[in-house]
C-alpha cells in the first residue's frame, strides 16, 4: 500500500494522527511527517506497522479514554458499549466475523493481519510439533491460531496464541480451550510486541503455562520461558535447534530450513 492510498483511507476511516500512532506504534511524529510529505521515503518497517491499521475494518472510537496501541475501539453499535476493562467473554463471541481481537482482564486487543514471516514460522513449528506428537504416538494435541483460549477459566480473558499444545484433552471443548495450554509460543509482530511481550507473558505464568516461546522475526531469535525452571530466559537464535523443554527436549524444532525459504523477506528493507 503506497503513502497515498494510506492518506485515502485515513480520509475514509477518519483517523487522526494520534489514533494512527496509537494503533500501529510508530511515534506521532513520525505519523505527522509521513502523511504531511516531509518524509518522502519512510523505513520499510514503518511502512509495514502503518499498512496494517489499514488493512481491518475501521471503528468510531466512543471511550472517553485516550486509545492505547493495539485496543480495539468500541464501534457505535448495542453489542460492545461498555468501557474497557469491562467486557466479557460473551462480548467477545459476539464481535463480527472479520473482526479478530483478544480479550484480557476485560480489554480488547486489536489483532491485526500477520505478515508472511509470522505465517511461514508459525505453520514450521506447528508442523514439526505435530510430527513429533504423531511419531511418538503421543496424546498431547498441538493447536494452531486461530484457537480461543480461556486461559483463567473465567469470564473476563480469551486470548489466541500462535501455537498452543494441550496435553490434557478434556480442556479442549468445541471451538476453545478451557484453561492454560502446556506450551504457547507467540511470534511477535510491530503491531503486537508490548501486548505479548509483556501482558501475556505475565498472563501466561500466572495461569499456569509450563513453557513459553517468543518468538522475533526481526532480531531472528526465540527467548525460551520454562518456567518450571529458575533459568529463564533462554535465547535461542534461528540458526540452531531449540529444544522443547515440556518433552525434556526430546523434540527439537530446527527452523534453518524455514529460514533459507524466506531468506527474500530479509533482503533489502526499502525493496
Not at 35 to 49: C, D, I, K, M, N
Not at 91 to 107: K, Q, T
Not at 131 to 153: A, E, I, R, T
Amino acid at each position: 500500500m503506497t503513502i497515498e492510498e494510506m492518506r485515502q483511507k485515513k480520509k475514509e476511516y477518519g483517523y487522526t494522527y494520534e489514533q494512527i500512532a496509537n494503533l500501529s506504534g510508530v511515534p506521532l511524529g513520525t505519523v505527522q511527517k509521513i502523511f504531511g510529505g516531509v518524509t518522502e521515503s519512510p523505513r520499510y518497517e514503518t511502512l509495514l506497522a502503518l499498512e496494517q491499521i489499514f488493512q481491518t475494518k475501521p471503528y468510531s472510537c466512543s471511550i472517553n479514554e485516550p486509545a492505547q496501541a493495539n485496543m480495539v475501539c468500541e464501534p457505535a453499535s448495542p453489542y460492545l458499549a461498555k468501557r474497557q476493562g469491562e467486557y466479557t467473554v460473551d462480548d467477545y463471541f459476539s464481535l463480527p466475523d472479520d473482526c479478530r481481537a483478544e480479550l484480557i482482564d476485560g480489554v480488547f486487543y486489536d489483532m491485526a493481519t500477520p505478515l508472511t514471516i509470522h505465517q511461514l514460522i508459525v505453520g514450521e513449528i506447528y508442523l514439526q510439533l505435530k510430527l513429533f506428537v504423531k511419531n511418538k504416538k503421543g496424546s498431547c494435541l498441538p493447536l494452531v491460531s486461530p484457537m480461543g483460549v480461556q486461559l483463567d477459566c473465567d469470564n473476563k480473558t480469551m486470548v489466541e496464541p500462535d501455537v498452543l499444545v494441550v496435553c490434557d484433552r478434556t480442556k479442549v471443548r468445541n471451538r476453545n480451550v478451557y484453561g492454560a495450554p502446556d506450551f504457547v509460543v507467540e511470534v511477535l509482530s510491530p503491531s503486537n510486541r508490548k501486548k505479548d511481550t509483556i501482558i501475556k507473558l505475565n498472563k501466561y505464568l500466572n495461569a499456569g503455562v509450563r513453557e513459553f516461546w517468543l518468538v522475533d522475526p526481526e532480531k531472528q531469535h526465540i527467548l525460551v520461558y520454562d518456567f518450571a525452571s529458575d533459568n529463564y530466559p533462554v535465547i535461542y537464535g534461528f540458526d540452531t535447534e531449540i529444544p522443547v523443554a515440556i518433552w525434556d527436549g526430546e523434540c527439537r524444532i530446527d527452523l534453518r530450513e524455514m529460514l533459507q525459504d524466506a531468506a527474500f523477506l530479509y533482503g533489502d528493507p526499502d525493496n
